[in-house]
């Protein structure tokens, strides 16, 4: 029911965990549960995504205190590790190696680590940042690294991809699809970029564009190979007129695109999902999966499942409608049963 890496629950416990949800031994035995708030403390990391090698658990975000990108890392993610409290900078802008050409330093958002393990075993970072040419507008680059702790090396003189007069493109994800075994990048038309920060900014700027949109690369997860296609829409004024973190999965027949909706800044933001038979779509049958008032918390989103382990990373405020106050990162698990997504 689930990937080869990730042994199958038994349904029987999963069922058992329920009924004897107050032992919290037995839940965790079973369902694995690594739900947990705030795990670095008070520390500002949105918009994380995680990829495990060795064993180790290594975690993303966005630009925040000084790095262009922070990452942490913990050891034993699986069984209760703690996480690095002291955040690193995988990519770091003063050219060692070497930051891109024509993006701005510390201006990088939601990047997002792959491993090439079908092209030369490298690691591969989509990112956005700011041109250097157009502040307003986000543009996705792809750095490499042998390692996955980087150094990150982007030595181009233009971003990967770039839709600028639509208002860029953010929040890149890649995929590779455990079936046909080709790799994909989907991402966000930052349509708000281009009309005064949108609907969130002011009720008066509505900017329809935030559309999820797919490309296939070759193995290098760079060279485009088809697309771009428009996967899925933004609701209108439901979604505040804007969806973004786009995360593609697959499990058992079904692909899973993950997003958040509403206002980044606000406790309207959500994660939800839409699944489809094909890759390229429709998508549909949309589910809300965290909202503000789930376990306390106030606008979830950026969340990132991991298929190799279960884990899911995600942000949430860390005070209610206010994001000066900086982004929790939270942990759980996730697993698919048919079109349904659960987590614990
Ligand atoms: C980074 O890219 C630059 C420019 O292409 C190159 O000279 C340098 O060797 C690269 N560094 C690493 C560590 O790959
Ligand atoms: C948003 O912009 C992209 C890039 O220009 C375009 O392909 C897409 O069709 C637009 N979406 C909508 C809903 O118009």
Not at 20 to 39: E, F, I
Not at 73 to 102: C, H, I, M, R
Not at 159 to 179: H, R
């Amino acid at each position: 029911m689930f990937f080869s890496t990730f042994a199958p629950i038994p349904l029987s416990l999963i069922a058992l965990a329920a009924i004897t949800d107050a032992s919290p031994s037995l839940h965790q035995l079973a369902l694995r549960d690594t739900m947990a708030y705030n795990v670095l403390d008070g520390q500002n990391f949105p918009d994380p995504s995680s990829i495990t090698i060795g064993g180790v658990t290594y975690v993303f975000g966005t630009t925040t205190a000084g790095l262009n990108i922070a990452m942490t890392k913990n050891k034993n993610f699986d069984d209760s590790g703690t996480w690095d409290q002291t955040l690193e900078d995988p990519f770091p802008t003063d050219n060692v190696p070497a930051y891109s050409n024509w993006a701005t330093a510390d201006t990088t958002w939601a990047p997002d680590v792959s491993q090439l393990t079908d092209y030369d075993g490298s690691f591969a970072m989509y990112y956005a940042a700011a041109l250097k040419s157009n502040s307003a507008v986000h543009c996705t680059g792809l750095a490499r690294s042998g390692t996955v702790t980087g150094p990150y090396n982007d030595s181009s003189t233009e971003p990967m991809i770039c839709p600028e007069s639509a208002g860029g493109a953010i929040d890149a994800s890649g995929f590779l699809d455990p079936t046909s075994k080709l790799r994909y990048v989907v991402y966000k038309i930052d349509g708000p970029a281009a009309n005064n920060g949108g609907y969130c900014a002011s009720t008066s700027y509505t900017s329809p564009n935030t559309s999820l949109m797919l490309i296939q690369t070759e193995s290098d997860g760079y060279t485009r190979v088809a697309g771009p296609v428009n996967l899925y829409n933004n609701d209108g004024v439901a979604d505040s007129y804007n969806i973004e973190a786009p995360v593609i999965r697959y499990s058992g027949g079904t692909y899973f695109l993950f997003f958040s909706s509403g206002c980044t800044s606000s406790n309207s933001y959500t994660v939800s999902y839409v699944t489809a038979t094909n890759i390229w779509g429709p998508y549909g049958d949309r589910k809300l999966l965290l909202g503000t008032g789930d376990d306390g918390l106030y606008g979830p989103g950026g969340a990132t499942p991991d298929s190799a382990t279960g884990n899911f990373v995600y942000h949430s405020l860390e005070q209610s409608n206010n994001i000066g106050a900086g982004r929790q990162l939270n942990t759980a698990s996730w697993a698919a049963n048919g079109d349904s997504i659960t987590l614990s």
